[in-house]
């Protein structure tokens, strides 16, 4: 990396943070129909930044929901070809009452950029063309050639991107995928991320009687759907924090006991993430530490249940129907296609008589993700974030899901590469969603500096 370009970089942060802050400004929730043409507004101006940032064919990639952006440079020959790939949707902003600054009105405090998407993830879309910027700007050419694609549907599940991934094959060939959506490991530790958890998501509803009834004349002699409800849902889980579906663990790889040793020497404070939640105990699968529950083994979670009455003072109705949404997360090599199977078997083998089951699985399923920790891609992105922030990275995994990372990798058959830079605390879906402004500017220091590590490699 020449002096120039770590020079431009630094005098380049204020305008860097003003752009970044711009991009923020958009009310790209993807999930909220009336914010739609928000959304795609969102689209055409990250493209024209795109342009401004000197990636050329800048160009919206339409969907059947909301666009995807796609920029390229290609003009550097027989060196890699690396595809960048981020989103510029974000989640709702709401409860909006916590947030201490306006949601979409960036704002700095204590050294942190404050807004919805300023770690997830426009920040991290941002830093890569800062940094593409900085190259061009020092040198007139890249070391390699970059691909980038940023879509808008990555917090829905992304429904549309692999269709467009097909349509769109040929523009999108490259020798390795770079992807800047998660976290490192503690402050002033980078990390690579080598492991994701794959995602199913089901809701399940239940019926009795056809119309509420009153407890008093009805109660213990006709099915209460909510009593089956939560029965059913006890079920899933024995008390040792085991899933209960039989078969559920058939397909759970065994954790390697180096790999082991690798989790347990980075350390976990358990009684601070206690104290920071504001709890007296942590909770999940015996035998194993609270990392290896959250990054190596599947966990079932209820995200959501109703029915019935749940207002002011008391309602002695026996309702008529009620409901659930729950999730597993999975590790290599559980398919959500199988679980599903699975949790329909149990669930209807235990439904008691007298009340009726429905289960849908909804959109999202993500297939679980390992990475080849030995790729030069990995060691390349290693050197890069240990120049940019002074110290080696560590290994880790995450406990949540990104569907595209196995879309690339069953379409491009390419390595994928997380090198991700937010914080844990950066309050990623909730309210005071931040990134830290060390964590920006280094981040953009990485990208250029795992472009030149990259334009001197070879990669397989």
Not at 130 to 142: E, K, N, P, S, T
Not at 171 to 199: E, H, K
Not at 221 to 244: E, F, M, Y
Not at 301 to 316: E, L, Q, R
Request: proline residues 7%; hydrophobic residues 40%; aromatic residues 8%.
């Amino acid at each position: 990396m020449t002096s120039s370009v770590e020079h431009i970089l630094a005098e380049g942060q204020q305008e860097a943070v003003a752009g970044l802050s711009h991009f923020l400004r958009w009310r790209s929730v993807s999930t909220d129909p009336s914010l739609a043409g928000e959304t795609r507004d969102c689209a055409v101006w990250l493209a024209e930044e795109c342009r401004r940032s000197g990636l050329e064919n800048a160009r919206i990639w339409e969907t059947a929901g909301h666009p995807v952006v796609y920029a390229d440079w290609l003009h550097a020959p027989n060196a890699p070809t690396v595809l960048i790939y981020g989103h510029y949707d974000v989640q709702p902003a709401e409860p909006l009452d916590q947030w201490e600054s306006p949601p979409f009105e960036a704002a700095i405090r204590d050294g942190n950029l404050y807004a919805r998407g300023s770690a997830d993830d426009k920040g991290q879309v941002y830093m890569h063309l800062v940094a593409i910027r900085a190259l061009l700007q020092a040198d007139g050419r890249l070391p390699i050639n970059i691909k980038m694609i940023v879509e808008g549907e990555e917090e829905i599940g992304s429904p549309n991107l692999d269709p467009a991934i097909v349509a769109h094959l040929s523009d999108l060939q490259c020798d390795a995928v770079v992807i800047s959506d998660t976290s490192m490991f503690a402050v002033g530790q980078p990390a690579l991320n080598y492991g994701l958890r794959g995602l199913a998501y089901f809701e399940i509803e239940v019926t009795g009687a056809n119309t509420d009834l009153h407890s008093g004349g009805y109660g213990g002699a006709v099915p209460n759907p909510l009593q089956a409800l939560v029965t059913l849902l006890a079920s899933l889980k024995d008390g040792h924090g085991r899933i209960t579906l039989p078969g559920f663990y058939n397909d759970v790889r065994t954790i390697p006991y180096e790999e082991r040793l690798a989790i347990q020497s980075l350390g976990d404070d358990e009684d601070a993430l206690k104290a920071e939640l504001g709890l007296d105990a942590l909770d999940g699968e015996e035998g194993y530490s609270r990392l290896e529950r959250v990054w190596t083994r599947p966990s079932l979670d209820i995200n959501g249940i109703w029915g019935g009455y749940s207002g002011p003072g008391s309602k002695t109705v026996l309702p008529a129907s009620g409901g659930a949404k729950l999730s597993f997360r999975l590790v290599p090599d559980q398919d959500p296609a199988r679980i599903a199977a699975l949790l329909e078997d149990q669930l209807r083998d235990l439904c008691p008589p007298g009340v009726r089951l429905s289960l849908a699985q909804l959109a999202g399923s993500a297939l679980p993700w390992l990475a080849d920790r030995e790729h030069p891609a990995m060691a390349a992105a290693g050197r890069a974030l240990e120049r940019a922030f002074g110290k080696a990275p560590v290994f880790i995994r995450s406990g949540g899901s990104i569907p595209v990372v196995m879309s690339f990798h069953t379409h491009l058959h390419a390595p994928v590469v997380m090198l991700g830079v937010s914080l844990p605390d950066s309050h990623a879906h909730a309210p005071n969603e931040r990134f830290n402004l060390d964590c920006f500017h280094g981040g953009a220091r990485a990208a250029a500096y795992l472009w030149q590590e990259l334009g001197s490699s070879t990669l397989p």
